[in-house]
Each structure stands twice: as structure tokens, then as C-alpha cells.
């Protein structure tokens, strides 16, 4: 077997995950909870160990590296932590709908990374810049971050649609939307994943720096991919604030948590393809 | 601290730092689509003349994130966090500090969340006992005779308080740091042949010489490739002279830089020359001499009759891998042999024999910092996670134990409490807690 097997079959495993929890939200399908939980749990064990087995091909080849370094293994990686954070989320806070809007976000990296033609799934060897455990640290530190802020971003869906039903017709479990949590909870669930992405994306950063400066001797240099991380670090910062000082919540967060994740796109992706930086690496 | 004017209220608004925030995203966006640091000539060529222009007078270009206004918006952030912090640190500390002993106990009373229960016993014996075994819950409790009974107070985490202060403070020491650097460092650059030794480098805006006050030589430079052709390495050896003298020998990598005297020097680029490193040591005698030669240049060495050249190489690009040499001692037909790069072979001559070696020549592209503030940046990093951290996870506890004397000497007691974050999950701790102690 080899890791881009068992990672292809991920792809998979988590579309059939995502009709699990729909149906689940939909269809109220209360039977089905446990299996869509046991289910995503194992797809999750499976993209772990093509992850890892991705990891020991490349000693086999001689190039040893850890497998974070580029684009295809980093939107393998954004997927695998957007499920583990779902499922502690899960695990946490005893509610199931959520995977109905989270776990597609991994299905859709998964779907991106399986069948773009845009990056290539070769295990090629690091160039000398990229050699470094502060990479490593930073990447997994970042994605951690990017995953919760998709998680977060999931959440603010879910709340903007229950909100405009709820403005309609009042809670009531018969209805479609009565399974998912109460609006105060989603709100309050989006703002705890935006403070846990906050932190994260922060470390982030700051492993980013101090890649950089043992790499060339500076810690900041206003790239773009740098300075678009510090342009989302600041949008979040906006947010908490404006949620602590301001007693915003509600629509307001929910928006934000969606305008947010644009940025997180823009930073991840878009830069790389849209312009240019010492991160461009990323592209290939 | 506190001033009743509005101007010190504006700067200690969270408004302006939401205002000051959502400007600075939206600006450094900029940045980010004009290129930066090219020359007045590539805007010229890439915008025409008359929007190359407008972005130099509004500082886009060239480097827009040095500017003066981009610099003031930073400016304004960090008075902004300083006005703010001392607006309210005082009063923040003043609850850390507090005697919450002293707590009117009309507002226990209204406290949520609260539970009562009834003892048979007198309040002292109640109030020693609760102490204790609020002691073996890890709340340390103290004790003050109130109106009609005891009060007892504990809490954990006062200083959880200054979480938030300590995030907004390494913003500022990260800043501070910047100055440092910026103020008392430099960054540059210098490309250094194999074999030379420079006590200058350059800096990169202005390519002003900046003397090092010591030497440094690059011995050799390696460039090692994957089987695709990628680069694997470089590395360069370097050696510190200071007044003729060896003081330290590194050999550096990307990732891996020499530090000497608060001067690091980063392995950046490289240059490959047409000209080799030739090595041939008598194997007799043992002298060995070293000489530069250029490609397809004959080079007669001091020991007589000796001659050599490289008269072919294969490589990849500009970096050769092999060379073809030409050999002679003058007795008999000249040696022709093919060599790996930095490969050393025996020649075997009729007289005598020979090891003979060569190197492709490259000099060694390094860049050399001096930044006297990354500690401080990185000490302000560190206090911003801890401070994160302690901010969002972490919550100031208090709980108050009333002991209220009633009549045939019994108590009765009210147990309240709060917590400044994570109420829910304060509010479980509190009962848990009063389930555990109101058996004793
Ligand atoms: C990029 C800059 C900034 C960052 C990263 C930052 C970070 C934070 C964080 C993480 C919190 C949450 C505290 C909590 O969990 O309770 C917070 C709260 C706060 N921040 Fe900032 N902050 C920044 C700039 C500012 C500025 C410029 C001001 C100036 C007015 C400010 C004023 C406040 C206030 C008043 C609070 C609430 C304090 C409290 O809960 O008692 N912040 N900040």
C-alpha cells in the first residue's frame, strides 16, 4: 500500500462522512450518530497513517523530511487537523450537526489536493532554506490555527442560517433547523474556536519569525505571505476585541468569522498564486 | 492616571484601537500587490509614468511599510495600547490588591452563584472546619470576625488579571525591539571568493561599506545536489581572523549561520567562477603547491617542469562536476585524466608520483546581519503566548463563605462566588465544591 492510496481514500471517506452528518442534520437521523462519529474517526486514523507513511517513503528515497513542505501536503494536513479539532469540538460539546458543516471543509481540501492539476503530489526533496525544524514547527503550528478558523467559519454558516429561520418561526425540534444547536451556544461555540485559532495562528507567526531570521537574519521582512498573516492576525484581533469591549456577538461574529476565514484563504492560497514572495515555494 | 479630558479618552479608546487596526489591515494590503523595493525604473515600466508617480508621493513605493505614515499608524497603535493600559491597569490592580474581606455582605447576599445550608454547630467550630477542608481543595482560605459571624474568603488566579496587559505590553516590547535593531543594527551583504578574507561588508539599501573590526575568509564553498538536480547544500567554511589570528572556525549552512561579536553571517548565494583550484603534492618530496587556474589555461608550477591544465568539465549550468586534466612532469607523455570535483587522485609517473586534486572556484554569497534587538523581539513573542494563554484560559476565582450566628448557637452559612471568565464552567467548581464541604 502505498501513502497516496491510503490518502485518495481519504478523499472519499470523508464525502461519505459529510453524507453521514447530513443526514444526521437533515433526515434527524438520531441512529446514525455514533456511526458518522466512529466512521470519521477512522478516516481519520487512515489519512494518519498515509500521512505517515508518506513520511517514511521519503527516507526510503533518500530525502528524509517531514511530510509539511508543500502545497499537496499541506492541504492534506489542513484536512486531517480541521477533522481532529471537529471531532474534539465533537467530543467537547456533546453536538453532532456541526460535522454536517465542518467536515466538508475537509473533504473539499482533500478533493482540492486529490484531483487539482495545479499541485503535484511528488514527494520531491527540501532545498536548503526549508531544512530547518522551525519550518516544520511553524507550518503545524499555522495549519492548526487555519483549521479552527474553518471550523469557526463553519460555524458562523450555521448560525446565519439558523438565525434566519429562527426570526421566522420559533425553536422547534420538528422543524429542520430545530436540530441544530440554540443560536447562544453556536455563538459562543464560534467564539471559543476563533480564540483557540487566534492563539494558534499567533505561534504561528512568531515560529515563522524565528525560522526566518535563523534562515537570513531577519525576522520580518513584509512579504506578502507575512504580511497577509499579520493582515488576518489583525482581522481577529479586531473581532475579539470588538467582542470583549463591545459586546459584539451574534450576526456581527458570525460574519466575521466568514470575512475572516476569506483572509485565511488569501494568506494560504491566494498569495501563493495570485503574488509573489519569498513563500512561493508553496506552489509547486 | 485617570484624567476627566477628552483627549486622554480618545487615546484610551478601545474605538480608536479598533479604528487603528482595521486601518492597518486594510493598508498593509497594499504593500502586498505593488511589488516593493524595485527600482523607479521597473514601476515606470510596469505602471507608466503618471501612476509610478502618485504611488511614489503617497509612498507606495518603494517601500511603503517604512513610510512615514504606515510608521505612524504602528505609532499610534502602540500609544493607543499605552494610554489604554494605564486608563485601566490601576483599577485592574486595585482588584488583585483588594481586601475582599471587606466585601459588604449585602452583596454576597445578591451574589450568583450562591448555595446555603444550615449547621448545628457554633460558627467557629463551623469556620474551622470549612477552612480546613476548603485547605485540602486547594483554597486557601482567610478568616475575619464580621456582624453576626464569620466571613471566610479564598481565590486563585488574582493574577490571572494581568493577562490581557501582558499581551498588550509585549507588543510594545516587540516594538522596542524593532527600535533596537533598526537604531543600532545593520544588514547587509558580501560575496566572498574561496581563499579571501574581508573585514567590510555592505549594507543592502544603500551599499555602504560597514567595517566588521574583524576578518572573515571563506576557505571553501560546497554546493551538493540531489539525484534530480536540486540543491542539497551549500556550505561554506568560514574562519574569523582577528589581527592575523585564527579565533574561530565554523562551517556554515542555510539555516546555520557563524555569530561572532553580535555579527551573524547567513550562507545566502553563491557564484560559480571558470577557474579551478589545482593541488598537486609530490609524493616524494612532499611539497604540495596550490595555484589558480583558469579553463583551458596551461599553469607551470614552481618544481620544474611541472605543468597542468583542465582542458574539458561537465557539469551542470555553471557548476562543473568533472574536469579533464593535463598533466606533466616533463618525463614522458603528459598524464590525461578525467577528475570529480574536489576529487583527489595518485598519478603515477616513471619517476615519481603525484596526487593531484581540483575544485571548481565559487565564491560564497553571505549575509550578514547585526540586530542587537531580536532578544527583545523574541522575549516580547514569548510574553505575548504566555500572555494569551493566561488571557483566554485562565480566570480569577473568588469565593466567600458567610457564617452567620443563629439562635441556640447554630450557624447558618451562605456560600457565594464569581469568576471573571468561563462562568459555566466557574458555576460547576462552586457546587461541586459546596457538595463537598457542606458535610463537614
Ligand atoms: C494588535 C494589537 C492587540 C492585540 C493582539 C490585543 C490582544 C488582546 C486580547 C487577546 C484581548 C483579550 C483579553 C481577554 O481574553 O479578556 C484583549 C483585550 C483588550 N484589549 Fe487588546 N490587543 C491589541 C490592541 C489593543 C489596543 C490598541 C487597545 C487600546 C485601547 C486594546 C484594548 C483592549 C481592552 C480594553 C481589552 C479588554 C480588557 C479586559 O478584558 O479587561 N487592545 N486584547
Not at chain 2, 485592574?92 to 451574589?111: G, H, S
Request: proline share 3%.
Amino acid at each position: 500500500m502505498e501513502s497516496s492510496q491510503l490518502i485518495g481514500i481519504t478523499t472519499f471517506t470523508y464525502l461519505f462522512s459529510t453524507i453521514l452528518y447530513a443526514a444526521i442534520f437533515i433526515f434527524k437521523a438520531k441512529r446514525l450518530e455514533t456511526t458518522a462519529t466512529i466512521f470519521t474517526v477512522i478516516a481519520l486514523l487512515i489519512q494518519t497513517a498515509g500521512i505517515g507513511l508518506r513520511w517514511m517513503e521519503s527516507y526510503q528515497m533518500g530525502i528524509g523530511r517531514a511530510p509539511l513542505t508543500n502545497m499537496y501536503e499541506s492541504v492534506v494536513f489542513f484536512a486531517w487537523t480541521i477533522i481532529f479539532i471537529y471531532l474534539i469540538i465533537e467530543w467537547r460539546f456533546k453536538t453532532r450537526v456541526i460535522g454536517a458543516f465542518a467536515v466538508p471543509f475537509a473533504f473539499l481540501a482533500m478533493a482540492y489536493a486529490s484531483f487539482s492539476s495545479e499541485i503535484t503530489k511528488e514527494i520531491s526533496p527540501l532545498i536548503p532554506a526549508l531544512q530547518s525544524n522551525w519550518l516544520i514547527a511553524h507550518v503545524v503550528t499555522c495549519f492548526i490555527g487555519y483549521a479552527a478558523f474553518a471550523i469557526a467559519a463553519a460555524l458562523g454558516i450555521m448560525y446565519l442560517i439558523k438565525n434566519t429561520s429562527e426570526t421566522r418561526q420559533s425553536t422547534n425540534d420538528t422543524t429542520l433547523l430545530g436540530s441544530l444547536p440554540p443560536l447562544k451556544v453556536i455563538d459562543d461555540i464560534t467564539h471559543k474556536t476563533m480564540v483557540f485559532g487566534f492563539l494558534w495562528l499567533s505561534i504561528g507567526i512568531i515560529t515563522g519569525a524565528i525560522w526566518a531570521n535563523s534562515a537570513w537574519g531577519t525576522y520580518w521582512s513584509w512579504d506578502p505571505k507575512e504580511t497577509w498573516s499579520l493582515i488576518t492576525w489583525f482581522f481577529y484581533a479586531i473581532t475579539l476585541h470588538a467582542r470583549y469591549t463591545r459586546g459584539w456577538g451574534g450576526t456581527r461574529i458570525a460574519w466575521l468569522a466568514l470575512i475572516g476565514f476569506i483572509s485565511v484563504l488569501f494568506t494560504y492560497y491566494g498569495v501563493n498564486f495570485l503574488l509573489s514572495g519569498l513563500h512561493s515555494y508553496g506552489a509547486n | 492616571m485617570k484624567n476627566n479630558n477628552s483627549i486622554w479618552d480618545f487615546f484610551a479608546s478601545v474605538k480608536l484601537a479598533l479604528s487603528t487596526l482595521f486601518l492597518l489591515s486594510i493598508t498593509s494590503i497594499i504593500g502586498t500587490i505593488i511589488p516593493q523595493k524595485e527600482t523607479a525604473q521597473q514601476y515606470i515600466e510596469r505602471y507608466g509614468e503618471a501612476t509610478a508617480n502618485l504611488f511614489q508621493i503617497l509612498s507606495f513605493t518603494p517601500d511603503m511599510y517604512s513610510s512615514v505614515w504606515f510608521q505612524s499608524l504602528l505609532g499610534l497603535l502602540c500609544f493607543n495600547i499605552i494610554i489604554c493600559s494605564l486608563d485601566r491597569f490601576p483599577g485592574v490592580w486595585r482588584q488583585i490588591k483588594a481586601d475582599n474581606l471587606n466585601t459588604p455582605l449585602n452583596r454576597l447576599e445578591k451574589m450568583t452563584p450562591q448555595h446555603q445550608w444550615q449547621s448545628h454547630n457554633p460558627p467557629e467550630s463551623v469556620a474551622s472546619s470549612l477552612k480546613s477542608s476548603l485547605n485540602t481543595s486547594g483554597w486557601k482560605a482567610e478568616e475575619r470576625t464580621v456582624d453576626n459571624g464569620i466571613l471566610l474568603f479564598a481565590q486563585k488566579g488574582a493574577m490571572t488579571r494581568t493577562g490581557v496587559y501582558i499581551v498588550h505590553a509585549s507588543i510594545l516590547v516587540i516594538f522596542i525591539g524593532a527600535i533596537i535593531g533598526s537604531a543600532l543594527g545593520f544588514k547587509g551583504s558580501v560575496m566572498l571568493p574561496e581563499t579571501r578574507a574581508t573585514d567590510k561588508i555592505y549594507t543592502f539599501d544603500t551599499q555602504t561599506p560597514v567595517a566588521l573590526g574583524f576578518e572573515v575568509r571563506c576557505d571553501r564553498f560546497n554546493i551538493e545536489f540531489y539525484d534530480n538536480g536540486m540543491p542539497k547544500s551549500y556550505r561554506s567554511q568560514l574562519t574569523v581572523l582577528e589581527n592575523g589570528k585564527v579565533v574561530k572556525e565554523k562551517a556554515i549552512v542555510v539555516n546555520d549561520p557563524l555569530v561572532h561579536k553580535g555579527i551573524t553571517f547567513y550562507q545566502s548565494s553563491y557564484q560559480p567562477y571558470q577557474e579551478f583550484m589545482l593541488t598537486i603534492t609530490n609524493k616524494k618530496t612532499g611539497v604540495s603547491e596550490t595555484a589558480i587556474v583558469s579553463y583551458q589555461e596551461q599553469h607551470s608550477f614552481k618544481e620544474s617542469g611541472l605543468r597542468s591544465g583542465i582542458i574539458n568539465a561537465e557539469g551542470r549550468g555553471e557548476n562543473i562536476s568533472r574536469m579533464k586534466i593535463w598533466f606533466t612532469d616533463d618525463k614522458g607523455e603528459p598524464s590525461l585524466f578525467w577528475l570529480d570535483d574536489g576529487e583527489q587522485v595518485t598519478v603515477e609517473r616513471t619517476t615519481n608520483n603525484y596526487t593531484v586534486s581540483a575544485k571548481q572556484m565559487y565564491a560564497t554569497g553571505l549575509q550578514v546581519a547585526k540586530d542587537p534587538g531580536v532578544w527583545t523581539v523574541y522575549t516580547g513573542c514569548f510574553m505575548m503566548i504566555l500572555g494569551l494563554i493566561v488571557a483566554f484560559f485562565m480566570s480569577h476565582q473568588r469565593i466567600w463563605l458567610y457564617i452567620r450566628e443563629e439562635e441556640d448557637n447554630t450557624s447558618s452559612i451562605l456560600m457565594a462566588g464569581n469568576a471573571n471568565k468561563n462562568k459555566a464552567g466557574f458555576e460547576s467548581t462552586l457546587q461541586a465544591l459546596a457538595e463537598r464541604i457542606n458535610k463537614v
